[in-house]
């Protein structure tokens, strides 16, 4: 016996307008400084305000958030004492609102009691609502949540089933501003998602279902809104289908290719899509022959015949990620130095061991098959598994 779990979805160009129908008091939004200088969340208050509603806004969430940042947040919820509590940004902000949600609604918590095992009790003082402006991280649908312990500190994956929130807002006008970098990088999150999910020991016929769509969908537009980001259809299948990448994979997980990147992006500093990016296609490569008919399932999907081996498939995403611009290897990104490289790989590897995303990947990866994919992720070059 399994479960699909989801929030209520509210979708479409203007979709944010619903705020003004949900009975509030206090609406607390969490976002990150660079929207809160655009403006972005004036969109979200004026919704809000219709209802008569007063509205604080934490805009301190910083790229790969700290717990500190989601306890200050949690502080000022404690502080403001509101009844809705809403993440506004990438995955960032909308997983620090899931810890700060957890930590005002259970004090006596740490965030290091968010496991599926602990029965939190949420959802007694207010309500969790997420607005991605991104089209990558699915964060708005899951029931994880990746914070990191402090600079140059390692991730942690937590998760439980009730930091779902009760809607997600998916507005395809909100990430219209985001440059083609951006829009490369979450739309390549997004395909890992739903890629990973497909490969997963839990994967499900539901969970498959918005995988393959969020998979065609990527591959059919996400090389038309990096190229022209005023391609509004193209913008809103792939916001749309970041979301069914995280319906996909929150309700399967992800694998060994998110794992490499959380350790290799928590200890040079790159951006999550682009570092898990790097990853998939050896993700692929390694775990093709233990998932071969779950992968066979993408047959199709890709507009062509059926998914006959790990290097075919990866091939695609190679293709992919050229028309898109990003960097086929950890070498090419001409952030990181070779000796600063070798100098990591213990860190490196132990980081991607201690990993909850190796758990429900098809096949279990020992140290040394770690480390041999980073050293192929970062060359570049095509291995045997």
Known sequence: MWFFTSPRLVF???????????????????????LAKRGVPERLVEQLAKGGGEVKIFADVEPEPLVDTAQRAAKMATEFGPDCIIGLGGGS??????????????????VYD????????????????????????????TWATILTEGP???KLELANRELVAEWAIIDSLLPTTMPPRLTADTGADALCHAVEAISSDWSNPFSDA????????????????VKDGGNAEAREEVHYAASMGGLAFGNAQVGVGHALGH??????????????????????????????EKFRRLSGVLGEGPVRSGRELSAHVRRLWDAIGMS????????????DFEKAMPELVSRADQSTCVSMNPRVPSTAELERLFRAAWSGATVDF
Do not use: W
């Open 114 to 141: 968010i496991t599926p095992l602990v029965d939190l009790g949420l959802g007694k003082k207010a309500k969790l609502i997420q607005v991605p402006t991104t089209s990558g991280t699915g964060s708005e649908t």
């Open 152 to 154: 140059g500190g390692r």
């Open 263 to 292: 350790s290799l992006g928590s200890v040079f500093k790159i951006p999550h899509g682009r570092s898990v990016g790097i990853f998939l296609p050896y993700a692929i490569e390694f775990n093709f022959d233990a998932a071969q």
């Open 210 to 225: 918005y995988a393959k769509e969020a998979v065609a969908s990527i591959f059919r537009s996400l090389p038309k809104v």
């Open 12 to 34: 479409g160009p203007g979709a944010v307008e619903f705020l003004s129908s949900i009975p509030t008091k206090r609406a607390l939004i969490i976002c990150d400084r660079d």
């Open 93 to 110: 902000a909308m997983d620090v609102a899931k810890a700060a949600y957890t930590l005002y609604e259970r004090p006596d918590l740490t």
């Open 328 to 339: 086929p290897s950890i070498s090419s990104l001409g952030t990181i130095g070779q000796t």
